[in-house]
Nanobody, 128 residues
Framework: QLQLVESGGGSVQPGGSLRLSCAASGFTLEHHAIGWFRQVPGKEREGISCISRDDGTTDYADSVKGRFTISRDNAKNTMYLQMNSLEPEDTAVYYC?????????????????????WGQGTQVTVSS
């Protein structure tokens, strides 16, 4: 069964840090471009970071650039999102995703239509 399982969400004060993890099972994550998205109720899902399959090219939404870092550990078949200097505006449900369709399997894109496999989502709340 192909699955992405997230962990690491929670509540943190402004300025704090969290690291989200996303473990893949049933497929090899290094064979796919991967991304992180987030969604606030009533708003569209936002692409915040991605990493390409082959050369490790990364991209970030302007809202998180310089604060968030995407990475993957192929030996653990796991991807990560390190989030620093968190702000209340970062409060959302965060999703990991892996691409498996056509050219998107290798490309870093911040468009949710380019991704096939999705995690269940993990809540991140930033509040004082």
């Amino acid at each position: 069964q192909l699955q992405l399982v997230e962990s690491g969400g929670g509540s943190v004060q402004p300025g704090g840090s969290l690291r989200l993890s996303c473990a893949a099972s049933g497929f090899t994550l290094e064979h796919h471009a991967i991304g992180w998205f987030r969604q606030v109720p009533g708003k569209e899902r936002e692409g915040i970071s991605c990493i390409s399959r082959d050369d490790g090219t990364t991209d970030y939404a302007d809202s998180v650039k310089g604060r968030f870092t995407i990475s993957r550990d192929n030996a653990k078949n796991t991807m990560y999102l390190q989030m620093n200097s968190l702000e209340p505006e970062d409060t959302a449900v965060y999703y990991c995703a892996a691409a498996d369709a056509g050219p998107f399997v290798s490309l870093c894109v911040l468009w949710d239509g380019g991704y096939t496999y999705w995690g269940q989502g993990t809540q991140v709340t930033v509040s004082s």
